[in-house]
């Protein structure tokens, strides 16, 4: 029998409403995981207190995205909330065929054109304990008005309609016990036999 390292490496995309903590549940993903790829969406919204450029979104103007789109530059990107987000399809195919596992975090129009484009990757998607939960953390981050805080909520239950077309669903009530939950499904998912059977040759 001889092992080999895998060839390709899986992409996971994970989508959740808006305030759910997608953001701190990755950082500790990411902490926990070693050969795995965040990749940086771009957008067209603009940057929130504490936020860097590069580090938790490539912000560029509408213009220029619109020439991305233009260009063929993207796997996927969607409007969200009067901005645009989308995912460099360069970049993640070089990590891919790297055999590095590609994370991406997008909203659920995006999820669907992955899904789309690549079957085999893995859809988790990302719920709050409750929806007065997911109202107190977007009041708690103070970064929104009354209304835009409102839309966001609404928007929340109309994404909740697409979890039948994810693979698996995460609580965020602990933040360690989602990242857990992650971590054990990729886990699993590295285990298929379609993953694996590149590693044994001559049985």
């Known amino acids: 029998m001889n092992l080999k390292k895998k060839t390709r ?10 305030g759910v903590g ?20 771009f957008t067209t919204r603009q940057p929130r207190v504490g936020e860097e450029d590069g580090v ?4 560029v103007s509408r213009e220029q995205f619109e020439s991305m789109i233009s260009g063929g ?13 989308g995912t460099s399809l360069r970049l993640i195919e070089e990590k891919l065929s790297a ?6 975090d997008i909203e659920v129009q995006g999820a ?10 893995v859809f988790i998607f990302i719920i709050p304990p409750s929806f007065e939960e997911l109202s ?15 839309g966001r909520l609404q928007k929340a239950r109309e994404e909740c309609k697409q979890i039948p077309n994810y693979d698996y669903l995460v609580v965020n009530d602990k933040v ?11 886990t699993a998912e590295s285990c298929r036999t379609k993953h694996r059977i590149n590693l044994v040759e001559g049985v």
Do not use: W
């Open 176 to 186: 360690s016990e989602a990242a857990g939950e992650i971590i054990a499904i990729l």
């Open 99 to 104: 055999g590095t596992d590609v994370l991406l």
């Open 73 to 85: 530059e993207l796997l996927e990107y969607a409007e969200y909330v009067h901005n645009y987000y």
């Open 56 to 59: 938790n979104y490539n912000f």
């Open 136 to 150: 107190r953390r977007l009041h708690r981050r103070a970064t929104d008005a009354e209304e835009v805080i409102q």
């Open 112 to 121: 669907a054109k992955v899904r789309a484009k690549c079957p085999d990757a």
């Open 22 to 41: 997608k953001s701190t549940v990755i950082s500790e993903l990411l902490s926990e995981r070693e050969n795995i790829y965040f990749s940086v969406s």
């Open 9 to 18: 490496g899986q992409l996971i995309v994970l989508s959740g409403p808006s």
